[in-house]
């Protein structure tokens, strides 16, 4: 089974709680107006990586971690492969799962394949809906309109359940091979901005 992947960041600490392996996967089928990602859209796009490799990549850096984050893309278009993932995950460690899709919670739940629920059932965090430009907001952490909803499945966040004190941030990296790497959010017009700066240099 393999899984159609964008990137990924081995450690981040601006995309959910701790230290987390950052997946977002390849292809969209929700296409949201004014989406921060549209180059995750593309199902021809991307790099198909088996679950067996993206396991022993994420299982390198699990001393360092708290947990994975997927975003997409959207991560229950792949969600028999991303469930085999995730199941194995759950199995052999404990790493906390946070997952972003921009289905809603409920349609998610009418899915006939078993596997959306599945998966769901294994989220300490889901974030669910669309992006949606009108409702634009980026006062709570991690997601860009007000819309957009967290259940937590699992008691290991309760303190985040009850007060979410975290503030969107962004992590500037400069890899070995000169490739600089924005991650996190931020409004369109301050991303666009560093990277104007960065790309005077
Ligand atoms: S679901 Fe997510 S990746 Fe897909 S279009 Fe909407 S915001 Fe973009």
Known sequence: ??????????VSEVEGPGKR??????G???QCENCFVPHTWNVKEGNMISIDELYKIIMSYSNELEGITVFGGEPFDQHLALYQLIKKLKENTNLSVMIFSGYTYEHLKRRVAITNQQLLDLC???VDGPYIEKLHDLSRPWVGSSNQRYFFFTDRYKD?????????????????TGEVVVNGLAHKDTIAYLEGLISDY
Do not use: G, R
């Not at 392996?21 to 390849?26: I, Y």
């Not at 985040?160 to 070995?176: F, P, V, Y």
């Open 160 to 176: 985040l359940a009850k007060e979410m004190k975290i503030e969107n941030k962004l992590t500037i990296t400069i890899q070995n």
């Open 21 to 26: 392996f950052v997946l977002w996967v390849q």
């Open 124 to 126: 300490d965090i889901f």
């Open 28 to 30: 969209c089928s929700i």
């Open 1 to 10: 089974m393999q899984l159609n992947i964008h990137k990924y960041i081995p």
